[in-house]
């Protein structure tokens, strides 16, 4: 087994227990770091990959900004259980349904795999360069890029709806 695969099965073990701690933590601050622990095991992910801007970028926007707004909103939302309203059984189901949607996508994904690390070798070491990135994103994946920013926007939209004192 060489040094890269081990990073990988280290990276990869401490990338799914972090999102495991996150997920099971009764705290929210205790989750947002986990989650920055996930981050940075993603980021190590991206170095092996050959792709160091996607890590830089991945530390400094998720890791660095992202979870800091994470923090201020947890500890401006004084998230007690007295207060936290009980929620129907419609929303249990449809968060259900969205759990399974995101999960077939998953899958979807994985069964893509092969392909794409065929491409992948094929790009040589130029597969993580901006150059490279750039003409991808903005040609072979511009409708899920545009997708992902509506979704952006309705998130921050969210947000701002739950963090709007009662009227």
Do not use: C
Not at 22 to 37: A, D, E, I, Q, R
Not at 77 to 95: F, R, S, T, V
Not at 115 to 123: C, E, S
Request: aromatic fraction near 10%; glycine fraction near 8%.
């Amino acid at each position: 087994m060489s040094i890269t695969e081990i990073l990988f099965w280290f990276l990869s073990a401490l990338a799914l227990g972090g999102a495991l701690m996150m997920v099971t933590s009764k705290n929210p601050v205790y989750s947002v770091l986990w989650l920055v622990v996930v981050f940075f095991a993603i980021s190590g992910h991206y170095i092996l990959l050959n792709a160091q801007f996607l890590a830089v970028v991945n530390i400094i926007v998720y890791a660095g900004a992202i979870m800091v707004l994470f923090l201020f909103v947890i500890m401006l939302m004084n998230m007690n259980a007295d207060n936290e309203p009980q929620k129907n059984k419609w929303l249990k189901i449809a968060g259900a349904v969205a759990g399974g949607s995101l999960m077939l996508v998953f899958v979807a994904a994985l069964r893509q795999t092969e392909t794409l690390q065929a491409q992948l070798v094929n790009m040589g070491g130029e597969a993580g360069l901006i150059k490279t990135l750039g003409k991808t994103l903005f040609t072979d994946y511009v409708l899920p890029f545009e997708i992902s920013s509506v979704l952006f926007l309705s998130a921050m939209v969210g947000a701002v709806v739950i963090g709007k004192k009662g009227d």
